[in-house]
């Protein structure tokens, strides 16, 4: 079964510090890579995709893949309280668009 | 650009009748669109895959008959929910693909809408 795993968390950081954010996957011929954040309530929001293997930085966050190891990570620098929320981790397993999401990992910046 | 949105935001309906909920593209086409449910503290689940002009691709475990989907148009997909029960409420997400530009398979969502079947 093709999965994508996070940590659920609850992650906790203090505000202006790096949150780091990881996410593993099964699928070692998967192509594209996306992190979403969502709110209580609200739906997911992107954040940013990366297909190619090290680093893709915008804005405070950057984004981090690895195929070898296949896992993909989202650094945020200088956490802001409104940066709490889910972080959700997908990939398309090469299943005609289909994403497949993990869990989440719910990020808590503490002012 | 991207700008996916869904009607109506909130519905609350009593058991036995049936849903509609709208899914439009609004500043680009999307000739796929997906159909997402989500519970309390869970994470997304797939419903189903629409495409303009042809059947919808359900997952494993959604019932067809129960969750109508058409995807008439570049534009917009619907989702109805057929004779809906207390089980089948739930924040329904919808999502396009915005083909446009270097990412082809990248997933824009929808705001949600949160359905309450008493």
């Known amino acids: 079964q093709k999965e994508v795993e996070q940590n659920s968390g609850p992650l906790s950081v203090p505000e202006g510090a790096i949150a780091s954010l990881n996410c593993t996957y099964s699928?070692?011929?998967?192509?594209?890579f996306f992190w979403y954040r969502q709110y209580s309530g609200k739906s997911p929001e992107l954040i940013m995709f990366?297909?190619?293997?090290g680093d893709k930085e915008d804005g405070r966050f950057t984004a981090q893949l690895n195929k070898a190891s296949q896992y993909v990570s989202l650094l945020i620098r200088d956490s802001q309280p409104s940066d709490s929320a889910t972080y959700l981790c997908?990939?398309?397993?090469?299943?005609?668009?289909?994403?497949?999401f993990g869990q989440g990992t719910r990020l808590t910046i503490n002012p | 650009g991207a700008v996916v949105s869904q009607h109506p935001s909130r519905v609350i309906c009593k058991s036995g009748t049936s849903v509609k909920i709208e899914c439009r593209s609004l500043?680009?086409?999307?000739?796929?669109m997906f159909w997402y449910r989500q519970f309390p503290k869970q994470s997304l689940m797939l419903m189903a895959t629409?495409?303009?002009?042809?059947?919808?691709?359900?997952e494993q475990g959604v019932e067809k008959d129960k969750f109508l989907i058409n995807h008439a148009s570049l534009t917009l997909s619907t989702l109805t929910v057929t004779s809906a029960h207390p089980e089948d409420s739930s924040f329904y997400i919808c999502?396009?693909?915005?083909?446009?530009?270097?990412?082809?398979?990248?997933?824009?969502f929808g705001p949600g809408t949160r359905l309450t079947v008493l």
């Open positions: 999502s396009a693909v915005d083909n446009r530009g270097r990412s082809t398979d990248t997933q824009y």
């Open positions: 699928d070692r011929g998967s192509q594209s």
């Open positions: 990366i297909y190619s293997n």
């Open positions: 997908a990939v398309n397993m090469g299943g005609a668009q289909k994403l497949v």
């Open positions: 500043d680009f086409q999307a000739t796929t």
């Open positions: 629409s495409n303009e002009g042809s059947k919808a691709t359900y």
